[in-house]
C-alpha cells in the first residue's frame, strides 16, 4: 500500500471551519482507527492542513477525501494528492 501527502488549502473562514470542524475531526478518527489515515493536523502559518494516508492509489485516497465533512461543505478550495515515499520513520517501507 502506497503513502500520500495530502496538502488542503482552506477556501472558508475560521468561523465557518470552527463550525464543521467536530464532525471533520471525527471522521479523520475513523480513517485513523481504519488504518487509512497516518496522521494530520492543520498548517501553523496558513489556512490548511496537512494529511499523510495510506491507499492503493491516488484515485482511491481522492475518493476517500471526497467523503471528507470539509470537503463535502465546500471548505477546501484546493486539495494537492502526492505519493510519498517515506525512507525513514515509522512509515517506511524497510
Known amino acids: 500500500m502506497a503513502v500520500y501527502a495530502v496538502n488542503y488549502f482552506y477556501a472558508a473562514p475560521e468561523e465557518e471551519l ?3 470542524r467536530p464532525t ?3 471522521w479523520l478518527v475513523e480513517q ?3 488504518g487509512k489515515l497516518l496522521a494530520s493536523g492543520p498548517l501553523v502559518d496558513r489556512s490548511g492542513a496537512l ?3 495510506k491507499g492503493e492509489s491516488l484515485a482511491e485516497v481522492a475518493a476517500l477525501l471526497d467523503q471528507d ?3 463535502i461543505a465546500g471548505f477546501i478550495g484546493e486539495r494537492d494528492i502526492v505519493e510519498w515515499n517515506p525512507v525513514f520513520g515509522p512509515w517506511s517501507n524497510d
Open 32 to 34: 485513523l482507527d481504519a
Open 24 to 26: 471533520h475531526r471525527a
Open 18 to 20: 470552527a463550525m464543521v
Open 51 to 53: 494529511l499523510i494516508v
Open 69 to 71: 465533512p470539509f470537503d
